[in-house]
């Protein structure tokens, strides 16, 4: 699969989760699936717009996005969805610490605003 076809596939997936009653998941495990795969969707969409990023092997392809997208031409709209949902990826994959107003907003806002960027074609 192309990097924007794994991108639709995450979003697809993240709302697929949102939207289906599975009553063995509380409300955080709930969330936490759905921001990590709206993270994943945002992700390969920036590895689809950026051949660089896509064709590096490094590990680091995370950071580099984020740093890409801090200093390139993106709209500051898209830049703050992006660090947005990596932040809620980390609390999400790491239970890493995070501000709790960040995890407490509506989650359709955040549906909304990944496939804004996801449906877009170029990000610059």
Not at 7 to 34: D, G, H, M, P, W
Not at 58 to 68: D, N, T
Not at 92 to 121: G, H, P
């Amino acid at each position: 699969m192309s990097p924007q076809e794994l991108s639709e596939q995450f979003f697809i997936i993240a709302c697929e989760i949102k939207t289906k009653c599975y009553t063995s998941l509380n409300q955080e495990q709930l969330s936490r699936a759905v921001f990590s795969r709206l993270y994943y969707a945002l992700y390969h969409k920036y590895l689809a717009h950026d051949s660089t990023l896509l064709n590096t092997s490094s590990g680091q392809k995370h950071e580099m996005i984020q740093s890409s997208i801090g200093r390139g031409n993106y709209l500051h709209k898209t830049k703050q969805i992006y660090i947005k949902m990596y932040k809620l990826r980390l609390w999400a994959d790491y239970d890493k610490r995070i501000d709790k107003d960040l995890i407490e907003a509506d989650m359709n806002r955040y549906v909304y605003d990944a496939e804004t960027v996801i449906k877009v074609s170029k990000l610059q």
